[in-house]
């Protein structure tokens, strides 16, 4: 149980520290969150809009639409600019807490991790770097690339490079740590 917090812990916080150095210091998710000189206007005519907060998804087909008439809808809208939009009534976070939600949410993934490689038994410093990248490999195919696969996302090369570098210190870590005797 020893071996699993503390593998957990650290390779929890290793995740958060290259999270915190990849969207901070390196900034490598610019593409994904650009700055725009027309914002004050846009907010200011989604605010006065009516809009309710949400996720949209523009264009889109109404609710009740027969499948069709959204075909139709579609077929119109090639080729035309579209967009995503999170709207949002009211900035309001806390820092503090979403940090340490995320870092207690890395420590929990990293524990769990531990758990099955102190379950499979035995293994090398190679066998848990490797399979502590595969990890990282299917937690971003599963998520950042499969919803690039339908939204693009232009930040989908530094999810790409999250993946591989943070679970690869981790990897790094428990290959260390799970292979003491």
């Given at each position: 149980?020893?071996?699993?917090?503390?593998?957990?812990?650290?390779?929890?916080?290793?995740?958060?520290?290259?999270?915190?150095?990849?969207?901070?210091?390196?900034?490598?998710?610019?593409?994904?969150?650009?700055?725009?000189?027309?914002?004050?206007?846009?907010?200011?005519?989604?605010?006065?809009?009516g809009l309710a907060e949400g996720s949209y998804?523009?264009?889109?087909?109404?609710?009740?639409?027969?499948?069709?008439?959204?075909?139709?809808?579609?077929?119109?809208?090639?080729?035309?600019?579209?967009?995503?939009?999170?709207?949002?009534?009211?900035?309001?976070?806390?820092?503090?807490?979403?940090?340490?939600?995320?870092?207690?949410?890395?420590?929990?993934i990293v524990c769990l991790l531990c758990w099955?490689?102190?379950?499979?038994?035995?293994?090398?410093?190679?066998?848990?770097?490797?399979?502590?990248?595969?990890?990282?490999?299917?937690?971003?195919?599963?998520?950042?690339?499969?919803?690039?696969?339908?939204?693009?996302?232009?930040?989908?090369?530094?999810?790409?490079?999250?993946?591989?570098?943070?679970?690869?210190?981790?990897?790094?870590?428990?290959?260390?740590?799970?292979?003491?005797?």
């Amino acid at each position: 149980m020893k071996k699993i917090l503390i593998g957990g812990l650290v390779g929890g916080i290793l995740l958060f520290a290259w999270q915190t150095v990849s969207w901070t210091v390196a900034n490598l998710h610019e593409k994904g969150q650009q700055y725009t000189a027309k914002q004050d206007s846009i907010l200011s005519y989604l605010n006065n809009s009516g809009l309710a907060e949400g996720s949209y998804y523009l264009p889109n087909s109404a609710p009740g639409t027969s499948m069709d008439e959204m075909q139709k809808q579609m077929d119109a809208s090639m080729g035309k600019p579209w967009a995503m939009i999170r709207y949002y009534k009211e900035m309001n976070f806390n820092m503090g807490m979403n940090m340490a939600r995320g870092a207690l949410s890395n420590i929990i993934i990293v524990c769990l991790l531990c758990w099955i490689f102190a379950k499979i038994g035995s293994g090398t410093f190679s066998t848990y770097l490797i399979a502590s990248i595969a990890v990282g490999i299917i937690c971003f195919t599963n998520g950042a690339y499969t919803g690039h696969i339908w939204y693009p996302l232009h930040d989908i090369n530094a999810h790409f490079v999250d993946a591989l570098v943070s679970w690869g210190l981790v990897g790094v870590w428990l290959g260390w740590w799970m292979s003491r005797k």
